[in-house]
């Protein structure tokens, strides 16, 4: 089964990045430039993962993980950011962020990342099903 993940940014380009690296796995990425276009397609869409950077052109990763909490289906948020340090991951994984992702991407990175979050929310799923 493809996992589907949404990635907002207000950059469309790395958005095609992000899909080129990813084509190989069964994943597919959606986009949204904004949070705004963000908001409508989690009221539309269930994903296994979000993928946001920091600072939106209308909002910031913290609006997102608000958002991710929001929709009926658990949804894990990784944050991604160019000038990413110690502090900043701490303090995302704190607030519930599931991992933080450094740009420019590592290809490796980005695969084992995501794979992990969409593997996460498929198994929490399935045990609330058995339950």
């Known amino acids: ?32 430039g904004s949070l705004q276009q963000a908001r409508i397609l989690l009221q539309q869409n ?3 993962a979000i993928l946001t ?6 909002g910031k990763w913290l609006d ?8 009926p289906h658990r949804t ?13 991951w701490a303090e ?10 450094a740009q420019p991407f590592y290809e490796p990175e980005v695969r084992r990342i995501l794979r992990n979050a969409c593997a996460r929310r498929s198994n929490l799923t399935a045990t609330m099903s058995a339950v």
């Not at 950077?53 to 209308?58: I, N, S, T, V």
């Open 64 to 71: 997102v993980l608000n958002l991710a909490r929001e929709v």
């Open 76 to 88: 894990e948020v990784i944050v991604t950011e160019a000038h990413a340090d110690a502090r900043f």
């Open 1 to 32: 089964m493809r996992s589907r993940i949404l990635f907002i940014s207000g950059r469309f380009d790395d958005a095609r990045r992000l899909s080129r690296m990813l084509h190989a796995i069964p994943v597919a990425v959606e986009y949204a």
């Open 92 to 101: 995302a994984l704190n607030l519930g962020a599931y991992d933080l992702l």
């Open 46 to 48: 269930q994903y296994d």
């Open 53 to 58: 950077e920091a600072e939106l052109p209308d």
